[in-house]
């Protein structure tokens, strides 16, 4: 091998080249795979505004409330979901983008004009979003019960159902029992009898459709741990749905009293079922469960009371929220 001290340059000169155009055309590649991701980033994501008051930190806070959820997953600052969308199966990622959006981020499928608008509807209907809530605010300014309180946690919105059905399926599943015991129930109605898709080894399940439902009988609900009364009132609840005695569209433009009134029509659906589901999936401002447990555990709270409060006393405390029971239930819920 040659000493030449020329040789010797030239080698290091064309080693010095070849890295050097070796180093660019790797950077080149490294920049063109980012900017490939980030366009079919950019392609699935979408944002969506949102009011002043709103706090999606509080939103994530309630859906949070049991390990045993099994219809959306939340991570520390997002929460990801499974939505049927036409005949597509959508797997969705929602968080917080700035102060003035959500950022949406669709996670197995193309996003399509049609995909959007579904999802963009759903999630504002999910969070409440388009519930102009600055007069309950004004309301709770002036009582000295609850002002500290709805302050403390602004922002917070109703975190609804959209989907009528899973709205009074879930409320007649928790009716007499604590809430943790209530997720065990639907936990596992859902895993026996809902759709599921597995997506980065991970599980994501939807609501039990109510033509399934209405064909199931005792002998496979009591075993869940269904009391015989909750099978029967399931049962025949789906049967109203798949049937179409019942529906969301049916429902959709009435007065909140006529609305109770076809739910209550169906066995099973009392009041505060009604009620209930009124106020989570169509967001009447107006519609609270007088008879609630919790609700009066936390006025007697607030109040400092010694024994629960009456009835008519519960309806003396919503008295100065008319219009806006549904946001006095959520704080007072939140309260607890």
């Given amino acids: 091998m040659s000493n030449h001290p020329g040789m010797s340059s030239t080698r290091i000169l064309l080693f010095a080249y070849l890295f050097s155009e070796l180093s660019i055309s790797t950077i080149h590649l490294v920049v063109l795979r980012a900017l490939h991701n980030a366009k079919r980033l950019c392609m699935k994501t979408f944002t969506i505004p949102v009011p002043a008051e709103f706090d999606f930190r509080l939103s994530l806070d309630f859906l949070k409330r049991s390990p045993r959820e099994i219809l959306h997953r939340c991570e520390e600052t997002s929460v990801t979901k499974l939505l049927k969308v036409g005949q597509d199966v959508v797997l969705f990622n929602v968080q917080q983008h700035d102060d003035d959006n959500l950022c949406v981020h669709v996670l197995n499928t193309k996003l399509t004009l049609s995909i959007k608008k579904t999802l963009e509807e759903y999630i504002r209907d999910w969070f409440d979003l388009d519930t102009d809530i600055k007069p309950f605010y004004t309301l709770s ?43 065990t129930l639907k936990q596992r109605f859902v895993e026996h009898f809902g759709e599921k898709m597995i997506f980065s080894d991970v599980d994501y399940h939807l609501f039990p459709r109510p033509d399934v439902v209405s064909l199931l009988n005792d002998e496979v609900l009591l075993p869940l741990q269904f009391s015989r009364q909750k099978s ?50 169509f967001h009447y401002t107006d519609a609270f469960p007088l008879e609630d447990a919790g609700v009066h555990n936390a006025i007697k709270n607030l109040k400092r009371m010694k024994e629960k409060p009456t009835l008519d006393q519960v309806r003396t405390f919503y008295k100065k929220y008319r219009g806006w029971e549904a946001y006095a239930t959520l704080y007072l819920w939140k309260s607890l």
Avoid: H
């Fill in 141 to 183: 300014a002036k009582d000295k019960y609850m002002k500290d309180l709805v302050e403390k946690y602004r922002g917070y919105r109703i975190v609804g159902q959209p989907d009528l059905f899973e709205s009074i399926i879930w409320a007649v599943l928790g009716q007499q029992i604590n809430l943790q015991f209530a997720y």
């Fill in 232 to 281: 029967k009132y399931v049962i025949t609840i789906s049967e109203a749905f798949a049937s179409n005695e019942i529906s969301k569209e049916k429902l959709a433009g009435l007065s909140l009293q006529d609305a109770k009134e076809k739910l209550m029509k169906i066995k099973g659906i009392g009041n505060w079922t009604a009620n209930y589901a009124l106020m989570k999936t």
